[in-house]
């Protein structure tokens, strides 16, 4: 229903059936997912004209608790992307949590470098290609490749990480990272 015909259920959202269906965080989460831009804002306009503003609250950035992004099921992932592409931005608690190396999934670049946050930016970059699989490594060093020195000075602070494995990983990223630029650099 939700993906099928958003213009109809735009026109006939007060029939009680289609607000009742509404008024639950499943559909309001599909329509997010699945609906253009357009007819999600026009569905929620609707909403809370019709009184569901505490529905629409689930459509906050802290509706989410972003520091369990790792242990997402693919659809609380979707949900997530959807709201980050809504808001344009991350979270503070998301950029804290890969920053400090609690999170580890590389499929966040793509929102880091579409909404870089101001704050610990080369040091998320850092700490998940530290933290990386093999297969997700060459993107995110090309990231940090653009990020300049910046991203030298953020692995240099991952080469007192505790973890003796993550500091071995932030030595030879260092090295590498900082051949590289220097390779690029005019004699």
């Not at 939700?2 to 309001?28: C, G, M, W, Y």
């Not at 950035?61 to 242990?71: K, Q, S, V």
């Not at 979707?78 to 499929?107: D, M, T």
């Not at 929102?111 to 101001?118: G, I, K």
């Amino acid at each position: 229903m939700v993906v099928a015909d958003p213009s109809f259920i735009l026109k006939n959202l007060e029939r009680p059936e289609l607000l009742q269906a509404f008024a639950t965080e499943t559909h309001l989460l599909r329509a997010l997912i699945h609906w253009n831009f357009t007819d999600f804002e026009r569905l929620e306009l609707k909403l809370h004209q019709l009184g569901h503003s505490k529905l629409l609250s689930l459509l906050q950035l802290d509706a989410i608790r972003w520091n369990e992004f790792d242990r997402f099921t693919p659809v609380q992932k979707e949900v997530a992307a959807a709201l980050l592409h809504r808001h344009k931005k991350l979270p503070a608690e998301l950029v804290e949590s890969v920053s400090a190396g609690r999170i580890q999934s590389a499929s966040l670049l793509e929102f880091w470098e579409a909404y870089p946050p101001s704050k610990f930016d080369c040091q998320g970059l850092a700490q998940l290609l530290v933290r990386s699989n093999p297969e997700d490594q060459a993107a995110l060093r090309e990231a940090l490749f653009r990020k300049g020195n910046s991203a030298i000075h953020a692995f240099s602070k991952l080469l007192q990480d505790p973890d003796p494995q993550i500091a071995e990983r932030a030595a030879l990223e260092f090295a590498q990272l900082k051949q590289e630029l220097d390779s690029t650099r005019p004699p």
